[in-house]
Protein backbone atom coordinates (compact mmCIF):
# COMPACT_ATOMS: atom_id res chain seq x y z
CA UNK A 1 0.00 0.00 0.00
CA UNK A 2 2.47 2.39 1.15
CA UNK A 3 4.77 1.37 -1.92
CA UNK A 4 1.97 2.25 -4.26
CA UNK A 5 1.02 5.42 -2.56
CA UNK A 6 5.28 6.03 -3.28
CA UNK A 7 4.80 4.85 -7.28
CA UNK A 8 1.66 7.11 -7.63
CA UNK A 9 3.46 10.12 -5.67
CA UNK A 10 6.27 9.77 -7.71
CA UNK A 11 4.10 9.43 -11.41
CA UNK A 12 2.84 12.91 -10.10
CA UNK A 13 6.14 14.77 -9.45
CA UNK A 14 7.11 13.13 -12.56
CA UNK A 15 4.53 14.57 -14.21
CA UNK A 16 4.86 17.61 -12.45
CA UNK A 17 8.36 18.29 -13.60
CA UNK A 18 7.61 17.52 -17.12
CA UNK A 19 5.00 19.81 -17.05
CA UNK A 20 6.95 22.20 -15.33
CA UNK A 21 9.80 21.75 -17.89
CA UNK A 22 7.72 22.66 -20.26
CA UNK A 23 6.35 25.56 -19.00
CA UNK A 24 10.20 27.13 -17.98
CA UNK A 25 12.13 25.33 -21.17
CA UNK A 26 13.93 22.43 -20.62
CA UNK A 27 18.27 24.16 -21.59
CA UNK A 28 19.70 25.36 -19.35
CA UNK A 29 21.47 28.18 -21.22
CA UNK A 30 23.70 30.83 -19.40
CA UNK A 31 24.24 33.84 -21.97
CA UNK A 32 23.27 35.84 -18.75
CA UNK A 33 26.25 34.76 -17.39
CA UNK A 34 28.78 35.20 -20.52
CA UNK A 35 28.79 31.23 -20.93
CA UNK A 36 28.16 29.96 -24.37
CA UNK A 37 28.05 26.34 -24.16
CA UNK A 38 30.72 23.74 -25.78
CA UNK A 39 30.39 21.88 -29.09
CA UNK A 40 29.37 18.96 -26.88
CA UNK A 41 26.97 20.83 -24.56
CA UNK A 42 25.32 22.29 -27.78
CA UNK A 43 24.59 18.50 -29.47
CA UNK A 44 23.76 17.12 -25.36
CA UNK A 45 20.93 19.94 -25.70
CA UNK A 46 19.55 19.06 -29.30
CA UNK A 47 19.89 15.77 -28.29
CA UNK A 48 17.68 16.36 -25.28
CA UNK A 49 15.03 18.62 -27.23
CA UNK A 50 14.48 15.33 -29.48
CA UNK A 51 14.00 12.61 -27.04
CA UNK A 52 11.59 15.35 -24.40
CA UNK A 53 9.61 16.48 -28.36
CA UNK A 54 7.90 13.91 -30.97
CA UNK A 55 7.91 16.40 -34.05
CA UNK A 56 11.65 17.65 -33.33
CA UNK A 57 14.28 15.73 -34.48
CA UNK A 58 18.31 15.73 -34.67
CA UNK A 59 19.75 14.11 -37.19
CA UNK A 60 23.47 13.84 -38.90
CA UNK A 61 24.25 14.97 -42.19
CA UNK A 62 27.47 14.03 -43.51
CA UNK A 63 30.93 15.10 -42.27
CA UNK A 64 33.09 17.76 -41.09
CA UNK A 65 36.61 18.64 -41.47
CA UNK A 66 36.96 17.46 -37.91
CA UNK A 67 35.98 13.96 -38.86
CA UNK A 68 32.46 14.88 -36.65
CA UNK A 69 29.27 14.49 -38.19
CA UNK A 70 27.03 18.27 -39.14
CA UNK A 71 24.15 17.71 -37.50
CA UNK A 72 20.98 19.32 -38.64
CA UNK A 73 17.41 19.85 -36.11
CA UNK A 74 14.20 19.44 -37.70
CA UNK A 75 11.51 21.13 -35.95
CA UNK A 76 7.85 20.54 -38.08
CA UNK A 77 4.45 20.36 -36.55
CA UNK A 78 3.86 16.31 -37.25
CA UNK A 79 6.23 13.45 -37.06
CA UNK A 80 7.55 14.04 -40.79
CA UNK A 81 11.21 14.98 -41.18
CA UNK A 82 11.43 13.93 -44.55
CA UNK A 83 12.11 16.91 -47.00
CA UNK A 84 10.76 15.31 -50.10
CA UNK A 85 7.35 14.80 -48.47
CA UNK A 86 7.46 18.08 -46.87
CA UNK A 87 8.04 20.01 -49.87
CA UNK A 88 5.31 18.35 -51.50
CA UNK A 89 3.08 19.37 -48.52
CA UNK A 90 3.97 22.78 -49.94
CA UNK A 91 5.43 23.94 -46.43
CA UNK A 92 7.70 26.83 -46.54
CA UNK A 93 11.82 26.03 -45.25
CA UNK A 94 13.40 28.13 -42.90
CA UNK A 95 16.89 27.12 -42.58
CA UNK A 96 19.30 28.62 -39.76
CA UNK A 97 23.21 28.08 -39.87
CA UNK A 98 24.87 29.01 -36.63
CA UNK A 99 28.69 29.10 -35.59
CA UNK A 100 29.90 29.18 -39.19
CA UNK A 101 32.65 31.77 -37.06
CA UNK A 102 32.73 30.32 -34.33
CA UNK A 103 34.18 33.01 -32.08
CA UNK A 104 30.69 34.28 -32.99
CA UNK A 105 27.81 32.27 -30.86
CA UNK A 106 25.22 34.26 -30.59
CA UNK A 107 23.12 32.58 -33.22
CA UNK A 108 24.07 29.16 -31.42
CA UNK A 109 22.53 30.54 -27.78
CA UNK A 110 19.95 32.20 -29.83
CA UNK A 111 18.62 29.08 -31.60
CA UNK A 112 18.71 26.72 -28.45
CA UNK A 113 16.65 29.29 -27.15
CA UNK A 114 14.30 29.09 -30.16
CA UNK A 115 13.88 25.76 -30.66
CA UNK A 116 13.18 25.64 -26.58
CA UNK A 117 10.60 28.29 -26.93
CA UNK A 118 8.52 27.08 -30.46
CA UNK A 119 8.63 23.43 -29.07
CA UNK A 120 7.13 24.06 -26.06
CA UNK A 121 4.62 26.91 -27.81
CA UNK A 122 6.02 29.72 -25.56
CA UNK A 123 3.47 32.63 -26.23
CA UNK A 124 2.20 30.15 -29.07
CA UNK A 125 5.40 30.97 -31.09
CA UNK A 126 4.54 26.80 -32.51
CA UNK A 127 1.63 28.56 -34.06
CA UNK A 128 4.18 29.43 -37.74
CA UNK A 129 4.27 25.59 -37.91
CA UNK A 130 1.31 25.03 -39.53
CA UNK A 131 2.99 26.69 -42.79
CA UNK A 132 6.98 26.59 -42.52
CA UNK A 133 9.31 23.59 -41.16
CA UNK A 134 12.17 25.43 -39.34
CA UNK A 135 15.47 23.35 -39.84
CA UNK A 136 18.70 24.42 -38.11
CA UNK A 137 22.42 23.78 -37.97
CA UNK A 138 23.34 23.87 -34.49
CA UNK A 139 26.89 24.03 -34.89
CA UNK A 140 28.84 24.35 -38.74
CA UNK A 141 32.29 25.16 -37.46
CA UNK A 142 32.58 21.85 -35.23
CA UNK A 143 36.56 22.26 -35.68
CA UNK A 144 36.35 25.90 -34.72
CA UNK A 145 33.87 25.38 -31.87
CA UNK A 146 36.15 22.54 -30.91
CA UNK A 147 38.70 24.98 -30.22
CA UNK A 148 38.02 27.07 -27.84
CA UNK A 149 39.84 29.76 -25.59
CA UNK A 150 39.58 33.29 -23.58
CA UNK A 151 42.24 34.48 -26.26
CA UNK A 152 40.56 33.80 -30.10
CA UNK A 153 38.92 36.78 -30.04
CA UNK A 154 41.06 40.27 -29.45
CA UNK A 155 38.05 42.56 -29.37
CA UNK A 156 35.15 40.68 -27.65
CA UNK A 157 35.30 40.84 -24.00
CA UNK A 158 32.39 38.37 -24.02
CA UNK A 159 31.25 34.78 -24.03
CA UNK A 160 34.42 34.37 -21.27
CA UNK A 161 35.34 31.62 -23.86
CA UNK A 162 34.70 30.92 -27.96
CA UNK A 163 35.69 28.99 -30.68
CA UNK A 164 37.83 30.12 -33.78
CA UNK A 165 37.26 31.75 -36.23
CA UNK A 166 38.98 29.14 -38.91
CA UNK A 167 37.22 25.13 -39.05
CA UNK A 168 39.74 22.17 -38.45
CA UNK A 169 41.20 22.58 -41.88
CA UNK A 170 41.74 26.35 -40.98
CA UNK A 171 39.42 27.03 -43.35
CA UNK A 172 36.83 30.51 -42.99
CA UNK A 173 33.88 28.56 -43.70
CA UNK A 174 31.92 31.91 -44.78
CA UNK A 175 34.47 32.32 -47.51
CA UNK A 176 34.37 28.40 -49.04
CA UNK A 177 30.09 28.39 -50.34
CA UNK A 178 31.15 28.28 -54.11
CA UNK A 179 35.37 26.73 -54.08
CA UNK A 180 33.83 24.05 -51.83
CA UNK A 181 37.12 23.03 -49.91
CA UNK A 182 35.98 21.82 -46.85
CA UNK A 183 34.02 18.92 -46.06
CA UNK A 184 31.99 20.55 -43.62
CA UNK A 185 30.63 22.74 -47.10
CA UNK A 186 30.07 19.71 -48.84
CA UNK A 187 27.60 18.28 -45.80
CA UNK A 188 26.10 21.76 -45.77
CA UNK A 189 25.13 22.07 -49.89
CA UNK A 190 24.09 18.52 -49.28
CA UNK A 191 21.46 19.78 -46.78
CA UNK A 192 21.01 22.47 -48.96
CA UNK A 193 20.17 21.13 -51.98
CA UNK A 194 18.21 18.15 -49.95
CA UNK A 195 15.93 20.67 -48.46
CA UNK A 196 15.62 23.54 -50.97
CA UNK A 197 15.17 26.35 -48.01
CA UNK A 198 13.48 29.04 -49.18
CA UNK A 199 14.83 31.12 -46.44
CA UNK A 200 18.21 31.13 -45.17
CA UNK A 201 19.62 32.80 -42.08
CA UNK A 202 23.19 32.83 -41.48
CA UNK A 203 23.99 34.43 -37.81
CA UNK A 204 27.09 36.51 -37.36
CA UNK A 205 28.71 38.64 -35.02
CA UNK A 206 30.54 41.88 -36.13
CA UNK A 207 33.42 44.58 -34.69
CA UNK A 208 33.11 46.82 -37.91
CA UNK A 209 31.55 49.61 -35.61
CA UNK A 210 29.68 50.87 -32.75
CA UNK A 211 25.93 52.78 -32.98
CA UNK A 212 22.95 52.24 -30.63
CA UNK A 213 21.74 48.91 -31.75
CA UNK A 214 22.42 45.52 -31.26
CA UNK A 215 21.87 43.78 -33.97
CA UNK A 216 21.75 44.66 -37.59
CA UNK A 217 20.81 42.57 -40.80
CA UNK A 218 23.32 42.33 -43.93
CA UNK A 219 19.83 41.65 -46.01
CA UNK A 220 19.60 40.08 -49.26
CA UNK A 221 20.64 42.58 -52.54
CA UNK A 222 17.78 43.15 -54.27
CA UNK A 223 19.34 44.39 -57.34
CA UNK A 224 21.11 41.20 -57.62
CA UNK A 225 17.69 39.00 -58.05
CA UNK A 226 15.29 38.94 -61.13
CA UNK A 227 12.80 41.59 -60.88
CA UNK A 228 9.83 40.03 -59.12
CA UNK A 229 12.09 39.00 -56.32
CA UNK A 230 13.32 41.91 -56.43
CA UNK A 231 10.30 43.83 -56.30
CA UNK A 232 9.21 41.77 -53.88
CA UNK A 233 12.07 41.88 -51.53
CA UNK A 234 12.36 45.87 -51.90
CA UNK A 235 8.26 46.69 -51.43
CA UNK A 236 7.32 43.45 -48.84
CA UNK A 237 10.18 41.35 -46.92
CA UNK A 238 12.65 43.96 -46.24
CA UNK A 239 10.44 46.58 -44.82
CA UNK A 240 7.98 43.54 -43.22
CA UNK A 241 11.70 42.52 -41.10
CA UNK A 242 12.65 45.79 -40.08
CA UNK A 243 8.63 46.20 -39.41
CA UNK A 244 8.82 43.26 -37.18
CA UNK A 245 11.56 44.15 -35.11
CA UNK A 246 9.94 47.16 -33.94
CA UNK A 247 7.59 44.97 -32.49
CA UNK A 248 10.38 43.52 -29.75
CA UNK A 249 12.74 45.35 -27.49
CA UNK A 250 15.95 45.49 -29.88
CA UNK A 251 15.44 47.53 -33.11
CA UNK A 252 17.32 46.56 -36.39
CA UNK A 253 19.17 48.44 -39.02
CA UNK A 254 21.22 47.45 -41.88
CA UNK A 255 24.50 46.35 -41.17
CA UNK A 256 26.74 49.70 -40.88
CA UNK A 257 28.84 49.57 -43.99
CA UNK A 258 30.83 52.95 -44.54
CA UNK A 259 30.29 54.35 -47.45
CA UNK A 260 33.11 57.40 -46.53
CA UNK A 261 34.53 56.98 -43.42
CA UNK A 262 31.92 59.31 -41.62
CA UNK A 263 28.35 57.53 -40.84
CA UNK A 264 26.82 60.52 -41.05
CA UNK A 265 27.45 61.01 -44.64
CA UNK A 266 26.18 57.43 -45.46
CA UNK A 267 26.38 53.84 -45.09
CA UNK A 268 25.60 51.20 -48.48
CA UNK A 269 23.98 47.98 -48.41
CA UNK A 270 26.28 45.42 -48.41
CA UNK A 271 26.63 42.90 -51.48
CA UNK A 272 27.96 39.71 -50.68
CA UNK A 273 29.11 37.24 -53.29
CA UNK A 274 28.52 33.66 -53.81
CA UNK A 275 31.31 32.66 -51.26
CA UNK A 276 29.54 33.80 -48.72
CA UNK A 277 26.44 32.19 -47.00
CA UNK A 278 23.75 35.09 -48.40
CA UNK A 279 24.99 35.38 -51.95
CA UNK A 280 25.45 31.30 -52.33
CA UNK A 281 21.58 31.10 -51.01
CA UNK A 282 20.74 33.72 -54.52
CA UNK A 283 22.02 31.72 -56.97
CA UNK A 284 19.36 29.35 -56.21
CA UNK A 285 16.50 32.02 -55.63
CA UNK A 286 16.55 31.55 -51.59
CA UNK A 287 16.02 34.57 -49.49
CA UNK A 288 19.41 34.48 -48.19
CA UNK A 289 20.63 37.00 -45.26
CA UNK A 290 22.98 37.51 -42.68
CA UNK A 291 22.47 39.04 -38.91
CA UNK A 292 25.56 40.86 -37.30
CA UNK A 293 25.01 41.89 -33.89
CA UNK A 294 27.68 43.87 -32.54
CA UNK A 295 30.47 42.30 -30.23
CA UNK A 296 30.37 45.42 -27.92
CA UNK A 297 27.32 45.00 -26.64
CA UNK A 298 26.44 42.66 -23.89
CA UNK A 299 26.18 39.17 -25.18
CA UNK A 300 22.96 38.93 -23.70
CA UNK A 301 21.75 41.48 -25.56
CA UNK A 302 23.42 39.58 -28.68
CA UNK A 303 21.50 36.48 -28.24
CA UNK A 304 18.03 38.04 -26.70
CA UNK A 305 18.68 40.19 -30.27
CA UNK A 306 19.59 37.31 -32.53
CA UNK A 307 16.25 35.15 -30.85
CA UNK A 308 14.41 38.21 -31.17
CA UNK A 309 15.39 38.28 -34.95
CA UNK A 310 14.43 34.79 -35.46
CA UNK A 311 11.32 34.78 -34.48
CA UNK A 312 9.96 37.55 -36.36
CA UNK A 313 11.64 36.26 -39.26
CA UNK A 314 9.69 32.64 -39.27
CA UNK A 315 6.70 34.76 -38.16
CA UNK A 316 7.34 36.61 -41.14
CA UNK A 317 8.19 33.39 -43.21
CA UNK A 318 4.91 31.52 -41.88
CA UNK A 319 2.25 34.97 -42.82
CA UNK A 320 4.12 34.98 -46.55
CA UNK A 321 4.45 31.42 -46.85
CA UNK A 322 3.15 31.32 -50.22
CA UNK A 323 3.80 34.29 -51.72
CA UNK A 324 7.47 33.91 -50.82
CA UNK A 325 7.52 30.23 -52.67
CA UNK A 326 5.93 31.80 -55.66
CA UNK A 327 8.19 34.49 -56.02
CA UNK A 328 10.72 31.98 -55.72
CA UNK A 329 9.24 29.88 -58.64
CA UNK A 330 8.82 32.94 -60.92
CA UNK A 331 12.25 34.59 -60.48
CA UNK A 332 13.56 30.85 -61.74
CA UNK A 333 11.32 31.53 -64.64
CA UNK A 334 12.23 35.43 -65.18
CA UNK A 335 15.94 33.88 -65.01
CA UNK A 336 15.06 30.94 -67.54
CA UNK A 337 13.87 33.74 -69.90
CA UNK A 338 16.96 35.65 -69.98
CA UNK A 339 18.76 36.59 -73.10
CA UNK A 340 21.79 38.25 -70.87
CA UNK A 341 22.69 37.17 -67.87
CA UNK A 342 24.74 40.02 -65.66
CA UNK A 343 26.98 39.36 -63.64
CA UNK A 344 28.91 41.81 -61.98
CA UNK A 345 27.93 45.12 -60.34
CA UNK A 346 28.62 48.24 -59.09
CA UNK A 347 26.91 50.75 -56.14
CA UNK A 348 24.75 53.42 -57.75
CA UNK A 349 26.53 56.38 -55.60
CA UNK A 350 23.39 58.52 -56.94
CA UNK A 351 20.46 56.73 -55.62
CA UNK A 352 19.68 56.29 -51.74
CA UNK A 353 16.90 56.47 -49.17
CA UNK A 354 16.89 58.37 -45.81
CA UNK A 355 16.86 56.25 -43.08
CA UNK A 356 17.48 57.34 -39.33
CA UNK A 357 20.49 56.11 -37.52
CA UNK A 358 21.40 56.29 -33.94
CA UNK A 359 24.72 56.50 -33.56
CA UNK A 360 27.64 57.25 -30.74
CA UNK A 361 29.51 60.52 -31.22
CA UNK A 362 33.30 59.54 -32.72
CA UNK A 363 36.69 60.61 -31.71
CA UNK A 364 40.21 59.88 -32.67
CA UNK A 365 42.38 62.03 -29.95
CA UNK A 366 41.74 60.22 -26.35
CA UNK A 367 44.50 58.89 -25.08
CA UNK A 368 44.79 54.86 -24.67
CA UNK A 369 45.01 53.53 -21.39
CA UNK A 370 47.24 51.19 -22.70
CA UNK A 371 49.59 52.96 -24.21
CA UNK A 372 49.25 56.64 -23.44
CA UNK A 373 49.14 57.62 -27.02
CA UNK A 374 45.59 59.64 -28.94
CA UNK A 375 43.30 56.66 -30.12
CA UNK A 376 39.61 56.42 -32.31
CA UNK A 377 36.83 55.11 -30.93
CA UNK A 378 33.04 56.18 -29.78
CA UNK A 379 32.03 57.85 -26.65
CA UNK A 380 29.20 55.40 -25.74
CA UNK A 381 27.64 58.49 -23.73
CA UNK A 382 27.28 61.02 -26.11
CA UNK A 383 24.52 59.78 -28.46
CA UNK A 384 23.09 61.55 -31.64
CA UNK A 385 20.03 60.14 -34.03
CA UNK A 386 20.86 61.84 -37.45
CA UNK A 387 18.45 61.43 -40.88
CA UNK A 388 21.69 59.62 -43.22
CA UNK A 389 22.09 58.58 -46.35
CA UNK A 390 21.54 54.69 -47.24
CA UNK A 391 22.48 53.50 -50.74
CA UNK A 392 20.85 50.54 -51.96
CA UNK A 393 20.81 49.77 -55.29
CA UNK A 394 23.49 48.28 -57.18
CA UNK A 395 23.68 48.56 -61.26
CA UNK A 396 24.68 45.56 -63.63
CA UNK A 397 28.05 46.43 -65.13
CA UNK A 398 28.88 43.24 -67.32
CA UNK A 399 26.42 40.97 -69.09
CA UNK A 400 27.21 37.35 -70.79
CA UNK A 401 25.05 35.73 -73.75
CA UNK A 402 23.34 32.94 -72.17
CA UNK A 403 24.78 30.08 -74.40
CA UNK A 404 22.79 26.47 -75.00
CA UNK A 405 25.12 24.80 -73.44
CA UNK A 406 28.26 24.96 -71.59
CA UNK A 407 30.45 21.98 -72.29
CA UNK A 408 33.10 20.65 -69.49
CA UNK A 409 35.65 18.28 -69.92
CA UNK A 410 35.78 15.62 -67.90
CA UNK A 411 39.78 15.96 -67.02
CA UNK A 412 38.48 19.17 -64.67
CA UNK A 413 37.04 16.50 -62.09
CA UNK A 414 37.22 18.75 -59.23
CA UNK A 415 34.31 20.88 -60.86
CA UNK A 416 32.67 18.40 -62.00
CA UNK A 417 32.61 17.00 -58.65
CA UNK A 418 30.75 20.28 -57.56
CA UNK A 419 28.25 20.54 -59.98
CA UNK A 420 27.06 17.12 -59.23
CA UNK A 421 26.98 18.35 -55.57
CA UNK A 422 24.86 21.12 -56.56
CA UNK A 423 22.92 18.80 -58.45
CA UNK A 424 23.49 20.05 -62.09
CA UNK A 425 22.22 18.19 -64.96
CA UNK A 426 24.08 17.26 -67.33
CA UNK A 427 24.84 14.92 -71.03
CA UNK A 428 28.03 13.13 -71.37
CA UNK A 429 29.43 13.19 -75.36
CA UNK A 430 29.10 9.66 -76.87
CA UNK A 431 32.02 9.76 -78.96
CA UNK A 432 35.12 11.85 -79.26
CA UNK A 433 33.85 14.62 -81.45
CA UNK A 434 35.13 18.10 -82.88
CA UNK A 435 32.74 20.87 -82.03
CA UNK A 436 33.01 24.35 -82.98
CA UNK A 437 32.36 26.49 -79.71
CA UNK A 438 33.01 29.73 -78.66
CA UNK A 439 36.58 29.71 -76.46
CA UNK A 440 37.98 32.20 -74.07
CA UNK A 441 41.40 33.22 -73.80
CA UNK A 442 42.61 34.67 -70.19
CA UNK A 443 44.43 37.87 -71.45
CA UNK A 444 45.10 39.18 -68.09
CA UNK A 445 44.50 38.74 -64.46
CA UNK A 446 46.48 39.25 -61.21
CA UNK A 447 46.95 36.97 -58.24
CA UNK A 448 47.77 37.86 -54.55
CA UNK A 449 51.70 37.36 -53.17
CA UNK A 450 49.84 35.47 -50.30
CA UNK A 451 47.61 33.00 -50.38
CA UNK A 452 43.77 33.98 -49.31
CA UNK A 453 42.10 30.82 -47.77
CA UNK A 454 44.00 28.32 -49.27
CA UNK A 455 44.25 29.69 -52.76
CA UNK A 456 45.12 32.50 -54.89
CA UNK A 457 42.24 34.21 -55.95
CA UNK A 458 42.23 35.84 -59.22
CA UNK A 459 41.30 39.62 -59.79
CA UNK A 460 41.72 41.97 -62.94
CA UNK A 461 40.28 38.94 -65.20
CA UNK A 462 40.29 40.21 -69.07
CA UNK A 463 39.45 38.17 -71.35
CA UNK A 464 38.89 37.30 -75.18
CA UNK A 465 36.57 35.34 -76.83
CA UNK A 466 36.70 33.06 -80.07
CA UNK A 467 35.26 30.77 -82.41
CA UNK A 468 37.23 27.29 -82.61
CA UNK A 469 36.87 23.89 -83.26
CA UNK A 470 37.95 22.06 -80.87
CA UNK A 471 38.47 18.30 -79.76
CA UNK A 472 36.09 16.87 -76.72
CA UNK A 473 36.16 12.92 -75.97
CA UNK A 474 33.74 10.73 -75.06
CA UNK A 475 32.25 11.27 -71.85
CA UNK A 476 32.70 14.93 -71.31
CA UNK A 477 29.75 17.23 -70.15
CA UNK A 478 27.90 18.94 -72.24
CA UNK A 479 25.87 21.07 -70.02
CA UNK A 480 22.26 22.57 -70.99
CA UNK A 481 22.46 26.49 -69.49
CA UNK A 482 18.39 26.98 -69.31
CA UNK A 483 17.52 24.65 -66.40
CA UNK A 484 16.35 25.62 -62.99
CA UNK A 485 19.82 26.03 -61.46
CA UNK A 486 21.10 28.39 -63.83
CA UNK A 487 21.93 31.28 -62.25
CA UNK A 488 24.67 29.11 -60.30
CA UNK A 489 25.97 27.76 -63.62
CA UNK A 490 26.67 31.20 -65.03
CA UNK A 491 28.06 32.12 -61.97
CA UNK A 492 30.70 29.46 -61.63
CA UNK A 493 31.09 28.73 -64.96
CA UNK A 494 31.60 32.53 -66.33
CA UNK A 495 35.39 33.18 -65.37
CA UNK A 496 34.93 36.91 -65.06
CA UNK A 497 32.03 36.09 -62.21
CA UNK A 498 33.59 37.17 -58.99
CA UNK A 499 33.56 33.76 -57.38
CA UNK A 500 33.73 31.80 -60.44
CA UNK A 501 35.80 28.31 -60.70
CA UNK A 502 38.45 30.14 -62.50
CA UNK A 503 38.47 32.89 -60.21
CA UNK A 504 39.50 30.41 -57.09
CA UNK A 505 42.00 28.64 -59.35
CA UNK A 506 39.95 24.91 -60.26
CA UNK A 507 41.54 25.86 -64.22
CA UNK A 508 44.84 26.97 -63.01
CA UNK A 509 46.58 24.33 -65.43
CA UNK A 510 46.08 26.25 -68.79
CA UNK A 511 48.07 29.53 -67.46
CA UNK A 512 51.05 28.38 -68.13
CA UNK A 513 53.08 27.05 -70.99
CA UNK A 514 53.71 22.71 -71.38
CA UNK A 515 55.82 23.18 -74.31
CA UNK A 516 59.13 25.50 -74.95
CA UNK A 517 62.09 25.92 -77.24
CA UNK A 518 65.75 26.41 -76.26
CA UNK A 519 67.81 28.96 -78.04
CA UNK A 520 69.53 26.36 -78.74
CA UNK A 521 67.79 23.01 -79.91
CA UNK A 522 65.14 24.95 -82.41
CA UNK A 523 67.52 26.65 -84.54
CA UNK A 524 66.58 23.50 -86.96
CA UNK A 525 63.14 23.90 -86.49
CA UNK A 526 62.56 27.36 -87.03
CA UNK A 527 64.76 27.97 -90.01
CA UNK A 528 63.24 24.88 -92.02
CA UNK A 529 59.36 26.47 -91.24
CA UNK A 530 60.96 29.96 -92.41
CA UNK A 531 61.76 28.09 -95.28
CA UNK A 532 58.78 26.60 -96.20
CA UNK A 533 56.86 29.52 -94.89
CA UNK A 534 57.61 32.88 -97.29
CA UNK A 535 55.06 34.99 -96.25
CA UNK A 536 56.16 34.51 -92.90
CA UNK A 537 59.22 34.74 -93.49
CA UNK A 538 58.81 37.96 -95.27
CA UNK A 539 57.01 39.06 -91.91
CA UNK A 540 59.63 38.14 -89.85
CA UNK A 541 62.40 39.74 -91.80
CA UNK A 542 60.36 43.18 -91.65
CA UNK A 543 59.95 43.15 -88.13
CA UNK A 544 63.93 42.50 -88.31
CA UNK A 545 64.44 45.48 -90.14
CA UNK A 546 61.97 47.61 -88.57
CA UNK A 547 63.26 47.01 -85.02
CA UNK A 548 66.82 47.42 -84.06
CA UNK A 549 66.30 46.05 -80.26
CA UNK A 550 64.64 42.79 -81.76
CA UNK A 551 67.27 42.17 -84.44
CA UNK A 552 69.42 41.92 -81.62
CA UNK A 553 68.35 39.54 -79.86
CA UNK A 554 68.17 36.07 -80.29
CA UNK A 555 65.88 35.17 -77.77
CA UNK A 556 63.24 37.56 -78.99
CA UNK A 557 63.42 36.17 -82.44
CA UNK A 558 63.15 32.52 -82.11
CA UNK A 559 60.55 33.78 -79.46
CA UNK A 560 58.48 35.66 -81.87
CA UNK A 561 58.37 32.38 -84.92
CA UNK A 562 57.56 29.95 -81.43
CA UNK A 563 54.73 31.95 -80.78
CA UNK A 564 53.45 33.35 -84.09
CA UNK A 565 53.51 30.21 -85.81
CA UNK A 566 51.68 26.44 -85.32
CA UNK A 567 53.99 26.01 -82.48
CA UNK A 568 52.03 28.44 -80.38
CA UNK A 569 50.54 26.32 -77.54
CA UNK A 570 46.30 27.05 -78.45
CA UNK A 571 45.77 25.52 -75.35
CA UNK A 572 47.59 28.02 -73.39
CA UNK A 573 45.86 30.31 -71.57
CA UNK A 574 42.55 29.17 -73.05
CA UNK A 575 40.13 29.15 -70.23
CA UNK A 576 38.93 24.74 -71.25
CA UNK A 577 34.73 25.43 -70.86
CA UNK A 578 33.52 25.96 -74.20
CA UNK A 579 30.02 28.33 -74.88
CA UNK A 580 27.63 26.99 -77.48
CA UNK A 581 24.56 28.98 -78.89
CA UNK A 582 22.62 26.30 -80.84
CA UNK A 583 20.72 23.38 -79.83
CA UNK A 584 22.90 20.47 -80.38
CA UNK A 585 21.47 16.86 -82.35
CA UNK A 586 20.43 14.74 -79.76
CA UNK A 587 22.25 11.91 -81.48
CA UNK A 588 25.82 12.94 -80.28
CA UNK A 589 25.28 12.91 -76.09
CA UNK A 590 23.83 10.63 -73.84
CA UNK A 591 21.55 11.63 -71.13
CA UNK A 592 22.41 10.85 -67.60
ZN1 LIG B 1 31.17 36.24 -38.83
Redesign the pocket.
Known sequence: MIRSNILILTLFLLACCKLYAQNSGLLNLKYEDNYTPSYYEVIDMYKTLDAHYENAALVEMGNTDSGKPLHLFIINNELEFNPAVIKVQGKTVLLINNG??AG?PAGIDACLQYADDILRNKDGTASILKSTVVIIIPAYSVGGLLNRSAYHRANQTTPYETGFRGNAANLDL?RDFTKCDSENTKSFTRIFHEWDPDVFLDT???NGSDHQYSITLIAPQPDLFPPLQEQYLRDKMLPGLYEGMKKGIYELIPYVDWFYDDPRKGIQMTQEGPRYASGYARLFHCYGMIT?TLIYKPYADRVKSTRQFIQTLAEYVSANSEEIRETRKKGIEETLALKNYPFAYRLDSTRFEIIEFKGYEYFNNQLSKVTGLPRPGYNTSELFTDSIRYYNEYMPTEYVTVPEYYILPQAWNRVVERLLLNGIDFYRLKNDTVLEVEMDYIKEFSSPERPYNGHYYHENVVTRSERQKVSFYSGDLLIPVRQEKMAYLIEMLEPKAADSFFRWNFFDAVLDNREYFSSYGFEENALKYLEEHPEFKKKFQQKRRAEKEFAGDHLAQLSWIYNNSEWAEESHRRYPVGRIFHKLNEEIFLKE
Open positions: IHENHTTE
